[in-house]
């Protein structure tokens, strides 16, 4: 199947290192590892990259990423033309949209050359503008989202509370499809449970409970386990009174080897960490056979029971470090959640996984050919 990829958000170029970036480029390398050919169109493409076999990439047209909605608004006609052109040359048989904020060529284009059009859906974009920067075009973007959600054939949203917002919008089939983990990636474990290591790998943001690690570390005081931490952030100065080494933002292909160094993943979150969230870091813990202790996010609890992972309160200090403790005291159980915890994606949470059930529902929505 050849599959149109298309991302028209400013702020995810292919083969960045934040985690949208990563779900970019595993989603579209794994569907072509699945006999897909797949086309990934972006707004912007990180330097040095060599996408692998079955994938190519290139750089939308138009406004970049300084441009204002007014002007990435006033570009959409020639955008639906330019992709109506390219998609036609490619031979698409379906189209594949991460939606974006003032973004909607994607389904009209799909529209134009009678093709299934499967909108990924990964955060309420509207209102994390809201929140967290500024959103503009306000009335505008909140149509468009109405508009491509309730037109798709299949909405795909990467939680349960993100399926829910979707159905409120107007979208007429939807399902969750979380993020993975490269499975391949990850080596078995070869540590041998003495002296342990926590990690925690992700953007140093507030809402993913960076406050909540550092007083679970001073809760531990002398006993806590060396803390390393993978990524850059607003947070970083927050876990250096901590002593957790901060190495700072990598290369995703580094993320493996880092966290084959460590024993016990922690995605603790804030108390007000918006619920919709799917944990890229959970699935790439559970990967590399960590003992993970994770949030009771409803993504999470969707995955995990407590054969896999440790599941605490958002936000609650006393929860992680009595969980810490716990783990760091009994090797045996690190080793037990481990081990069921790579299992777990190993069986059902890889992104091959994900890439067969997108391939599997272009082609279900695929129009009947004629005399069939």
Not at 295 to 324: C, F, S
Not at 338 to 367: D, F, K
Request: glycine content about 10%.
């Amino acid at each position: 199947m050849r599959l149109a990829y298309i991302s028209a958000d400013p702020g995810i170029p292919y083969g960045g290192t934040k985690g949208a970036s990563v779900h970019l480029a595993e989603i579209t390398e794994a569907l072509a590892a699945e006999d897909g050919e797949v086309l990934v169109l972006v707004t912007a493409v990180a330097p040095g990259n060599s996408p692998p076999c079955g994938v190519t990439v290139e750089a939308l047209p138009g406004p970049g990423k300084d441009a204002s909605a007014t002007e990435r608004l006033g570009f959409q006609d020639e955008l639906a033309a330019w992709l109506e052109g390219r998609l036609r040359d490619f031979g698409a048989d379906a189209v594949y949209e991460r939606f974006a904020l003032h973004s909607a060529a994607g389904g009209i284009v799909a529209q134009r050359l009678g093709i299934p059009h499967l909108v990924e859906l990964n955060a309420p974009l509207l209102e994390e503008a809201a929140r967290y920067r500024r959103l503009d075009e306000a009335g505008v973007a909140a149509r468009i989202e109405r508009a491509t959600l309730s037109r798709a054939g299949l909405v795909l949203a990467v939680s349960p509370p993100l399926a829910g917002y979707a159905k409120a919008r107007g979208a007429r089939r939807v399902e969750v499809l979380q993020n993975a983990a490269a499975i391949e990636r990850f080596p078995r474990r070869e540590r041998d449970g003495v002296d342990p290591v926590a990690v925690f790998a992700g953007s140093l943001r507030p809402w993913h409970g960076l406050e909540t690690i550092a007083e679970a570390w001073r809760l531990l005081d002398g006993s806590a386990p060396p803390l390393l931490v993978v990524g850059d952030g607003p947070g970083r100065e927050r876990l250096a009174e901590v002593a957790a080494s901060v190495v700072g933002p990598v290369a995703p292909s580094r993320i493996p080897e880092l966290l084959a160094g460590a024993d016990i993943g922690l995605a603790p979150y804030g108390a007000d960490a918006p619920r919709y969230f799917s944990p890229l870091k959970l699935f790439e813990y559970l990967a590399a056979g960590l003992a993970t202790v994770v949030a009771d996010l409803p993504a999470v609890t969707a995955v995990v029971d407590r054969d896999a992972a440790v599941v605490i309160p958002r936000g609650d200090a006393v929860a992680l470090a009595d969980a810490v403790a716990a783990l760091c005291a009994d090797p045996s159980e690190r080793r037990r959640l481990g081990e069921n915890g790579r299992a777990l994606v190993e069986s059902a949470h890889t992104w091959r996984h994900r890439a067969r059930r997108i391939l599997a529902a272009a082609a279900e929505l695929a129009p009947a050919e004629v005399g069939a």
